[in-house]
């Protein structure tokens, strides 16, 4: 099965700083890669995801890339704010039983201090 | 509206215990997933069905039984509850084929605290 590895677990940055999160997978057939935030107490929900005929994808301050060869692909965030403060997650989508089952990092909890 | 519903949100139970946990999702989706939150904060999947079907079913303990009477509700059973099952369980769908397949619309989660 998939298995996804992501780093940092903790990031800890001041305003206005850039974050970089990591995350690499192992199966070849992967082909969507999502990025999930959760506040605390809340539900992880997406904010951007990367399709794999895709290198490169960006939503205003955030961005993803994707490095298929590598198996390996990275979320950004650049002018980081404190509402930016959560645990972020990656996860690998393939295709299993007639569905998509996407397979989670571990997440990176990342603290914006003002 | 919401989207994907989980009742209870929070549940406080003794050890040895039988609870249920709801899920119904309003969003037309074809899966429904529910997955395991730790205090540690990892999403591990636990079953995954698809038009009523399981398609998943992840390691684990066989007191862990989900029931998905139709598309729009996966429940989940778990018998003779281990302070090991206090968790967040989080509901969750997508639709395998359109849109983005594997996006998953997560449920605010069941607190589940065994004494």
């Known amino acids: 099965g998939e298995n996804v590895e992501q780093h940092p677990s903790t990031l800890s940055v001041q305003e206005g700083d850039s974050a970089v999160i990591k995350c690499t997978y192992s199966d070849s057939a992967s082909n969507y890669f999502p990025w999930y935030k959760q506040e605390l107490g809340k539900r992880p929900q997406l904010i951007i995801d990367?399709?794999?005929?895709?290198g490169e994808k960006k939503d205003q301050r955030i961005a993803v890339t994707l490095n298929k060869t590598a198996k390996h692909f990275s979320l950004h965030i650049t002018e980081t704010q404190p509402e930016d403060s959560a645990v972020y997650f990656c996860?690998?989508?393939?295709?299993?039983?007639?569905?998509?089952?996407?397979?989670f990092g571990r997440g990176t909890s990342l603290i914006v201090h003002p | 509206d919401t989207a994907v519903s989980q009742t209870p949100k929070y549940l406080v139970t003794q050890m040895g215990n039988d609870k249920s946990i709801k899920c119904e999702q309003n969003l037309g989706h074809d899966t429904m997933y529910w997955y395991k939150q730790d205090s540690k904060k990892f999403l591990k999947i636990m079953f995954s069905?698809?038009?009523?079907?399981?398609?998943i079913n992840e390691t684990v303990p066989n007191r862990f039984s989900p029931k998905s009477p139709d598309k729009a509700h996966l429940n989940l059973h778990i018998n003779s509850l281990e302070l090991g099952d206090s968790a967040v369980y989080f509901c969750?769908?997508?639709?395998?084929?359109?849109?983005?397949?594997?996006?998953?619309?997560f449920g605010e989660g069941s607190r589940l605290t065994v004494l």
């Open positions: 069905y698809n038009n009523k079907e399981l398609i």
């Open positions: 990367i399709r794999s005929n895709v």
């Open positions: 969750a769908s997508s639709q395998s084929d359109r849109g983005r397949p594997g996006e998953l619309f």
């Open positions: 996860a690998a989508t393939g295709r299993g039983g007639g569905s998509y089952i996407p397979t």
